[in-house]
Antibody
Framework: QVQLQESGPGLVKPSQTLSLTCTVS??????????WSWIRQPPGKGLEWIGY???????NYSPSLRSRVIISIDTSKNQFSLKLDSVTAADTAVYYC??????????????WGQGTVVIVSS | SYVLTQAPSVSVAPGQTATITCGGN??????VHWYQQKPGQAPVLVVY???DRPSGIPERFSGSNSGDTATLTISSVDTGDEADYYC???????????FGGGTKLTVL
């Protein structure tokens, strides 16, 4: 059973870089067919897709965050990571890592981490 | 970018049927997924590709999609179904994933 677990600082100062890691257990991140994504949820608000990385290195990001975000993958550690630059209070959210897979004709997010709270504050 | 619109809230009595809609331009041409999120928990996929259910999801959860509206239907609702429900599609033109704003289901 594949499981995802987010880790990283819960508090980040404004203008600094938010860095989170998602550790994949119970399966290989290098298995083809899966997209490894980050999704966030500001307090009291809805879900926002941040971006994905495929094990081959291809990636894509939300247009609203593209200029500040990088998602990377470390196959040797079975992890993928999120870096978000120049954070502000608006980046305060629960951050989820998720696996996207071909459950049907179109990929869906079938496995999620439990989420980690990140607060941007001085 | 592609936009999905959901009503903020829906209320239904126990045992009745809840209908949650997701609007988008010609959404009927896309495959829609639905996620259930209970307070303090991560979302869970309950319907994919408009109407299919992952294993373990009760048959009470069903979906449809046509024209500009996709619908999640939950029959024989009980208090355990109280949650936020999000629709999601793949915007193939940009290879982006898009979520609706979410609908809070209250079982009165």
């Amino acid at each position: 059973q594949v499981q995802l677990q987010e880790s990283g600082p819960g508090l980040v100062k404004p203008s600094q870089t938010l860095s989170l890691t998602c550790t994949v257990s119970g399966g290989s991140i290098s298995s083809g067919g899966y997209y490894w994504s980050w999704i966030r949820q500001p307090p009291g608000k809805g879900l926002e897709w941040i971006g994905y990385m495929y094990f081959s290195g291809s990636s894509n990001y939300s247009p609203s965050l593209r200029s500040r975000v990088i998602i990377s993958i470390d196959t040797s550690k079975n992890q993928f990571s999120l870096k978000l630059d120049s954070v502000t209070a608006a980046d305060t959210a629960v951050y989820y890592c998720a696996r996207e897979s071909a459950v049907g004709a179109v990929n869906a997010f079938d496995i999620w981490g439990q989420g980690t709270v990140v607060i941007v504050s001085s | 970018s592609y936009v999905l619109t959901q009503a903020p809230s829906v209320s239904v009595a126990p045992g009745q049927t809840a209908t949650i809609t997701c609007g988008g331009n010609n959404i009927g041409s896309k495959r829609v997924h639905w996620y259930q999120q209970k307070p303090g928990q991560a979302p869970v996929l309950v319907v994919y590709d408009d109407f299919d259910r992952p294993s373990g999801i009760p048959e009470r959860f069903s979906g449809s999609n046509s024209g500009d509206t996709a619908t999640l239907t939950i029959s024989s609702v009980d208090t355990g179904d109280e949650a936020d429900y999000y629709c999601q599609v793949w915007d193939s033109s940009r290879d982006h994933r898009v979520f609706g704003g979410g609908t809070k289901l209250t079982v009165l």
